[in-house]
């Protein structure tokens, strides 16, 4: 087996490269469906819930089974499962592109996501054993958190770029040529790794894993279109007794999935729960400012995508600040500096919607893309670095599940929370006559059925730029809760600290 100090220097960075292509690939597909919404409606006619479905099934996959997938890389080695699960997503993607209905979509989304995890576990773990140098690795998961940021961002322009010429299908099926490239190139410079003695995979480990991740989610889904009833009381109590018993189960395997005494460590926890909160704000505000950009502000799809650009490029900026900010303010002040910085930015899009031009929207965007970079690189470092090298497919899988439940609930939680905004704020005058009921479903929804410029358009249209003000703020209290959570857990010890 060829190992990393073997590699040389040119080979290390060329297979930085391939699997930074994976996860921007990954990144990519988690957003670019954002700006085929309005497309989407119009063909396929899905309601509000099987709207957000689409948009977040993909990541409750993921995140349902990256712990189990992480466990399996260091077993059957990394750059086997990362190169079979590559030509799955590939596959995959076709079936999503010829979708028939709403409900052929959100199963293709599925397959997806579980292509999908067996793809993410395995890039960042390599790269764990690639670069054993501290120096090194820390940089390296720079690029590959800018690309995770920076894809997330990327998702909606190349979404645009697709649509201005193609029907909504072409989103996915852009991944195909670029799964061939991955699979072709990366068989030939990627190294295999695994853990020697990487004990029993157990099953029902796995099985509690998802059985936790799953229910806890729809619960929040659920409750948002019935409200707190049976279904949303019974998902809670399902999720919850199910991580009870995973957890009680990794403290008696001499081989745990998860080694949960690393969560006893309040830096690791710290870290853990920045990650989430980042990718939280960034994929929620993303889905609906897509949204916001062609239905209210009239954008088409490649100049909505281009109007979130900012975001992207400010997260792929922040590799090149990233070891300033360590120096200077330690890993837990410069956290909580990037998480802040994030925050600024949400509540400048709180205050620019509906009176703004869309240049200040972009300029609100810089912050938070810059903010959530620098946030998201340390936070992975830090758990990454917290096990040896042999188990780093279980330690990535910790952080990847948090950054692919941040994207799942971001888009849940925030997407539920426009929507019920929306539909509270929706008082439409006796004058304007009867609305159609898919008025009431979504912005989306509404204006399929009437014309945007109309007296319900406009109010509906009115109603969304409120919704859209409050979940900012709202995305933007829980970035300021998580950056006083990492200023307090994840330890600030700097170069000058070092030296003395």
């Not at 073997?6 to 391939?18: C, E, I, K, M």
């Not at 409750?60 to 992480?70: D, N, P, Q």
């Not at 330690?395 to 888009?411: D, H, K, P």
């Not at 969304?464 to 600030?492: E, G, K, M, N, Y």
């Amino acid at each position: 087996m060829t190992t990393s100090t073997s590699l040389t220097p040119t080979r290390r960075w060329a297979a930085l490269g391939v699997l930074v292509g994976a996860m921007l690939l990954l990144a990519i597909d988690g957003t670019v469906l954002y700006l085929a919404v309005p497309s989407l409606t119009r063909d396929l006619a899905p309601s509000a819930t099987q709207i957000l479905w689409i948009g977040d099934i993909y990541s409750f996959a993921l995140a349902g089974l990256l712990v189990t997938m992480g466990t399996l890389a260091d077993r059957v080695g990394r750059k086997r499962l990362l190169l079979g699960g590559a030509t799955a997503f590939g596959l995959a993607s076709l079936l999503a592109a010829f979708a028939p209905s709403a409900e052929a979509l959100i199963a293709a989304r599925l397959l997806l996501g579980v292509a999908g995890a067996t793809i993410m576990p395995s890039t960042l773990s390599i790269i764990r054993s690639l670069f054993p140098d501290q120096a090194e690795r820390t940089r390296a998961i720079a690029i590959w958190s800018g690309a995770s940021a920076g894809g997330i961002a990327l998702g909606p322009l190349v979404g645009g770029a697709l649509l201005e010429r193609f029907w909504w299908g072409s989103v996915f099926l852009i991944n195909v040529p670029v799964v061939l490239v991955l699979v072709i190139v990366g068989s030939r410079l990627i190294p295999e790794s695994r853990d020697p003695d990487p004990g029993r995979f157990d099953l029902w480990s796995s099985a509690l894993s998802m059985a936790t991740v799953v229910p806890l989610v729809y619960a929040v889904k659920h409750a948002v279109g019935s409200g707190l009833d049976v279904v949303t009381l019974g998902c809670l109590l399902a999720g919850t007794l199910a991580g009870v018993l995973f957890v009680r189960r990794q403290r008696v395997l001499t081989s745990p999935m998860i080694d949960v005494e690393l969560f006893r460590n309040p830096a690791f926890s710290g870290a853990v729960t920045a990650n989430f909160v980042s990718i939280f704000a960034l994929a929620g505000l993303l889905f609906f400012f897509s949204q916001y950009l062609q239905l209210d502000q009239g954008l088409g799809p490649f100049a909505a995508g281009l109007a979130e650009l900012p975001a992207s490029l400010a997260s792929l900026a922040a590799a090149g600040v990233v070891g300033v900010s360590l120096a200077r303010l330690g890993a837990g002040r410069a956290v909580a500096v990037g998480l802040l910085t994030a925050a600024v930015g949400l509540v400048m899009i709180a205050l620019s919607v509906g009176d703004h031009s869309v240049l200040w929207l972009c300029a609100a965007l810089v912050p938070i893309g810059l903010g959530i970079g620098l946030a998201l690189t340390l936070t992975v470092d830090a758990v990454v670095t917290a096990v040896q090298p042999d188990k780093a497919g279980s330690a990535s899988a910790v952080s990847e599940t948090a950054y692919e439940l941040g994207v799942a609930t971001g888009i849940a939680i925030l997407g539920s929370v426009m929507t019920l905004v929306y539909r509270a704020s929706l008082d439409l005058p006796d004058a304007v006559g009867a609305a159609p009921p898919a008025v009431r479903d979504s912005l989306a929804a509404a204006l399929t059925t009437v014309p945007a410029d109309s007296a319900i358009g406009v109010h509906a249209r009115d109603a969304f730029t409120q919704a859209i003000q409050t979940t900012s703020l709202v995305a933007a209290a829980i970035t300021v809760l998580a950056a006083v959570v990492a200023w307090r857990t994840i330890p600030s010890r700097t170069a000058d600290d070092a030296s003395a």
